[in-house]
């Protein structure tokens, strides 16, 4: 049982901080970072190895690459983050100490165990199965051994979140219904459970393959069951940084949701729906039935979307009218021009909503047509649609709120000021690259796996367009973009936290933050109509570009 010593008070947000919670938030927060350092290394030399004119690793380094770059980018940096995320939303907005701390300390070493094994079996070589390991591929025991280990512990984690819930509850440390941000958090909890179950279900049969107990797995039924954990992990993605937006819109603006029941709504929408979205990745099996991947990938995922373009239109909503409340009411956006854009919490979750919606959204629901989706399966469109959601949309979010993170859970000064400013837009504009160029190279057929888009050695020639190759050079240079913009937020972030001054008393935040993040309310108006316009905006884009490719489709595929 915790005691009044095991508490502060944290003097900015007037919030209660369990000692324990914010030890747990500090290791998950510097592992993940650690991670994405790694994660981002291998990427940039995956990015460099496409770009034909560098073509920097050989065809067996260049897999060993892309099996770890989308391992720990992808799975590590994350769920660690999320972690972070989860005690935050759990311990710290509901001022509740945190359940079961030692069990907490178990999911962190577990999990680190875990990712350590999965990294060790990947650099030893025969593990380059790539992020999806497809049976019959197979890699060495301890890589499906690592990654159950790292599961399991992520799944203690969410135990602890779900108890602190039931603690906070119990012990009525907040009043009425919980935070916005903390029921974005359970969304995501649940999808988790979902997704370690759906993990387990497979990886644990793959893991009796490789060591010989079992003789055979089903390359179709390991594929239906492993996309319920591979996209859905990415789906706890999406509910955890759409949780971190409403957050840092409250933290940096006191900004309230528009309708609070409505935001609950969408979260709602992510848990029925949103994992349907895996059948995306298996449009193209023959084995599956038409009727089967059409339910999935449009009467049912439909809502899911509806689910997003709801907090697309709250997030900039809450925003706007938060900003209208201190006076910036002249014409449509003087509350956008006035926002605070030298702010990297701000800048960094801002380019995050517009691309995740953008860049990320709109090509999902392209991917997501059966029709459509046959030009662009396991082409590079695919990863170019997941660095719009996974990269531009939680990776920034993620950076963005860690700008938060340091001054008020660490207690140190961010260092290095000016660059932390400019490393949002470096960041945000590399990626913003990567998705779009490997979504134009994917349309115009380029293969999503392959070392050698030229094919000088294959026995048969195949030549891209030229256009092709001009979109692998940008892609290129956009990953050392993207690269320069990860390297700049690592050296602030660990700089900050080893030499930043400490915080004493309050940090700048905006007014009314505290209550704005802990506390179940609205913003009480509907008179946003800068937010229509951003929102009639991306309406007409979404339509124009769909129907764009139903029209390319026509074209690859006439009706004679």
């Known amino acids: 049982m915790a005691t009044a010593s095991d508490f502060r008070t944290c003097p900015t947000t007037g919030l209660k901080v369990h000692s324990a919670a914010e ?102 070589g025969g593990s380059s199965v790539m992020f999806t390991s497809y049976v019959p591929m197979k890699a060495a025991p301890h890589f499906y051994l690592g990654l159950i280990v790292f599961a399991v512990g992520a799944l203690l984690g969410c135990g602890v979140f779900f108890g602190t819930l039931v603690i906070a509850k119990e012990e009525k440390t907040y009043q009425g ?80 949701p528009i309708s609070e029941k409505i935001s609950r709504v969408a979260f709602l929408f992510y848990i029925l729906f949103l994992q349907l979205a895996s059948a995306h990745h298996l449009l193209a099996e023959p084995g599956l039935s038409s009727e089967w991947k059409i339910f999935n990938t449009s009467y049912a995922m439909y809502l899911a979307v509806l689910g997003s373009m709801i907090h697309g239109m709250t997030v900039p909503g809450s925003i706007e009218a938060a900003q209208r ?82 001054p008020l859970i660490f207690r140190r000064h961010i260092m290095f000021p000016g660059l932390a400013k400019i490393q949002p837009y470096l960041f945000g504009i590399g990626v913003l690259g990567l998705s779009v160029f490997m979504m134009g190279a994917g349309t115009l057929g380029v293969s999503r796996r392959h070392w050698d888009i030229s094919f000088a050695d294959a026995a048969l020639s195949f030549d891209y367009p030229p256009a092709a190759f001009l979109m692998m050079t940008l892609n290129g240079i956009s990953g050392i973009l993207a690269a320069l913009g990860g390297l700049a937020y690592i050296v602030v972030v660990v700089a900050s936290v080893l030499f930043g001054k400490r915080v004493e008393g309050k940090i700048e935040l905006g007014s ?49």
């Not at 970072?33 to 994660?39: C, D, K, P, R």
């Open 177 to 256: 219904s919980i935070p916005l941000v903390t029921f974005g958090a359970v969304t995501a909890a649940v999808i988790a459970v979902f997704t370690i179950a759906s993990g387990a279900i497979i990886l644990i049969p793959t893991f009796l393959w490789s060591i010989g107990w079992i003789s055979n797995i089903d390359t179709l039924m390991y594929k239906l069951v492993w996309w319920a954990m591979g996209h859905s992990s990415q789906q706890i993605n999406v509910s955890a940084h759409v949780a971190v937006w409403y957050a840092i819109a409250a933290l940096v603006l006191g900004a309230k």
């Open 23 to 124: 030890n747990l938030i500090k290791a998950n927060a510097v592992v993940a970072v650690v991670f994405l350092a790694i994660g981002g290394l291998f990427g940039l030399l995956a990015a460099l190895t496409r770009w034909q004119a560098v073509h920097i690793l050989p065809a067996d380094w260049f897999y060993l690459a892309l099996t770890a770059h989308g391992l720990d980018a992808l799975l590590v940096w994350i769920i660690f983050f999320e972690m972070a995320v989860l005690y935050f939303a759990s311990a710290i907005l509901l001022n509740s100490r945190l359940a079961a701390p030692k069990v907490g300390w178990a999911a962190f070493w577990l999990m680190l165990i875990g990712a350590l094994v999965v990294n060790v079996a990947v650099l030893q």
């Open 325 to 406: 409340a201190k006076g910036y009411t002249k014409g449509i956006f003087e509350w956008l021009r006035k926002a605070p854009w030298g702010n990297p919490a701000f800048s960094g979750m801002f380019m995050s909503l517009v691309m995740f919606g953008f860049i990320g959204g709109i090509s999902g629901v392209v991917l997501g047509t059966e029709q459509i989706n046959v030009m662009m399966h396991n082409t590079l469109y695919v990863p170019g649609h997941f660095h719009g959601t996974v990269v531009a949309g939680t990776t920034l979010a993620f950076m963005a709120i860690t700008y938060l993170v340091v």
């Open 512 to 560: 009314g933050a505290g209550a704005a993040v802990a506390k179940y309310g609205s913003a009480g108006t509907l008179k946003i109509p800068g937010t229509a316009v951003l929102v009639a905006v991306f309406f007409t884009c979404f339509v124009l570009y769909y129907f764009v490719n139903w029209k390319y489709l026509s074209e690859l595929w006439p009706m004679k």
